[in-house]
């Protein structure tokens, strides 16, 4: 091969990966766009998933451990009805409790918990049990709170009393823990109500009691409504996850055993 024709073919090499970097450079913004809008995609994805997993926590996890037959109720309806499921977590959990779901021995004591106010209801009591303690009557918090429904220490020394008739008024009483929920949580109910009708506040009722009770009143006032924190939010998804398990409005599957409530442990000192 002869040196003048090396120089054209290393001419040439060189003029093809020129021409190759140029096409890539051109090409990288519009490369970079769609690696971008991909990342987006996949980004908005990936807390969509998270959210709808984070708010049917419950029945999700009843689905897995094969305590519910969760199928595609398209087909025969062997499963939950997912609308049901959606128009319990949106209510205002007023509607008629299902005695199956809530432990026998708080049954009657959800039941009166309900009937405390207009505002509340039993299934609102029953979910935010859940919520507080997962039935555990001995539950002690790390901030102090103790009892079954896990009522601020000085709420429940405004709100307490002994409704059980046992000479003794503790937090640590189930009976009487659940009487100051219900008390608390109406109180706030009513707050909320003035709150509203005074432009003060705006929001769902239910949405912003349950933020009072989990983050305090003044909290929710200073906001003007549901603070915009994780820790309010996070209650009030959990609290309304637990309306479609509660809700008698939920056809659960037929000839299927209702799950049994295991408390949390309460947590060692």
């Known amino acids: ?43 908005i994805g990936t807390l969509v998933s998270l959210f709808l997993g984070f708010v ?8 897995k451990i094969n305590l519910l037959p969760c199928g595609d109720d398209s087909g025969g309806g062997e499963g939950l009805n997912n609308d049901q499921v959606v128009a319990a977590y949106e209510s205002d959990g007023k509607g008629q409790l299902n005695a199956n779901t809530v432990p026998s021995q708080h049954l009657s004591l959800v039941q009166e918990a309900g009937r405390e106010c207009t505002q509340i209801g039993a299934i609102v009591i029953a979910a935010q049990i859940q919520q507080e303690s997962g039935w555990n009557e001995k539950l002690v918090g790390p901030d102090g709170a103790e ?24 937090a640590l009483d189930a009976a009487d823990s659940i009487k100051a929920q219900s008390k608390y949580m109406c109180s706030l109910a009513e707050e909320i109500d003035t709150l509203i009708a005074n432009n003060e506040v705006k ?22 409504g549901v603070p915009d924190n994780d820790r309010a939010r996070s209650y009030i998804i959990g609290v309304r996850s637990g309306f479609a398990l509660y809700s008698n409005s939920v056809d659960m599957p037929g000839e299927s055993a209702y799950p049994s409530l295991s408390p949390r442990p309460t947590p060692s000192s």
């Open 147 to 170: 009892g079954i429904s896990q009522v601020p220490p000085d709420k429940f020394d405004e709100f307490g009393e002994d409704a059980d008739d046992n000479d003794e008024t503790s």
């Open 203 to 224: 929001g769902d009722r239910l949405n912003l009691t349950l933020a009072a009770y989990e983050t305090g009143l003044e909290a929710v006032k200073q906001a003007k």
């Open 1 to 43: 091969m002869s040196a003048s024709g090396g120089g054209d073919e290393q001419a040439q090499k060189d003029k093809t990966r020129n021409t190759v970097l140029l096409a890539g450079i051109a090409s990288a913004p519009l490369l970079g766009c769609l690696a971008f809008v991909l990342l987006l995609v996949l980004l």
């Open 56 to 63: 049917f926590w419950p029945l999700m996890l009843l689905c």
